[in-house]
């Protein structure tokens, strides 16, 4: 049977795979994205896209799950980083809600999605003396600069998903190493 501690902590593998998914599906079922002209809320747009729906519940559902991990497991282990995972996982909600009909409201809310993100990144690196959460922000923040200074041409959908990958990889590993802990002692 599975413990109460380790179905949290699968929560944190599961949110961001239902994330991916859903993008995952959005995009094969919308003929013209480009990761050379869009963003990934494009898919979200609840008047031009067909895939909303899809798009937007998975994001949803997602941080909802993060979020839930964030408070029931990871906030043992790396107090700090649970509360900028929380929030960053309540922001992801917000860029559903708040799709891209709302303008500004969306920009806002999907900037804060990616910097608490990151920020998370950081503080898992101070608290836990991870170099691989270091490297994670390092690569998203990387990947922002870059389209920033127009070292590459893209639609904003590759930094997103970019530091998207970087963010989720740490919640995963985070998740992962509280599941094994739980089984064999503290991580």
């Known amino acids: 049977m599975l413990k109460t501690e380790n179905f949290f902590a699968l929560l944190g593998v599961a949110g961001p795979l239902i994330a991916y998914l859903s993008i995952a599906l959005s995009i094969c079922l919308t003929p013209n994205f480009s990761w050379f002209r869009n963003a990934l809320s494009d898919l979200g747009h609840a008047q031009k896209s067909v895939v909303a729906p899809v798009f937007n519940a998975g994001l949803l559902v997602s941080g909802f799950l993060v979020a ?4 029931k497991s990871l906030a043992k282990y790396a107090k700090c ?11 992801l909600q917000a860029v559903a809600a708040f799709d891209e009909i709302y303008g500004f409201i969306h920009f806002v809310v999907s900037v ?24 994670a922000f390092l690569t998203g923040l990387l990947a922002w600069m870059l389209y920033w ?6 639609g904003v959908a590759v930094p997103e998903m970019i530091s998207a990958l970087a963010v989720t990889s740490v919640i995963i590993y985070s998740a992962v190493g509280i599941f094994k802990s739980s089984n064999i002692g503290p991580i």
């Open 68 to 71: 839930i991990y964030s408070i």
């Open 112 to 135: 804060l999605f990616f910097v608490l993100a990151l920020i998370a990144c950081l503080f898992y690196s101070v608290e836990k003396k991870s170099t691989f959460a270091l490297i």
């Open 149 to 154: 200074l127009g070292v590459y041409r893209a």
């Open 81 to 91: 980083t649970s509360i900028m995972v929380a929030l960053s996982a309540l922001m």
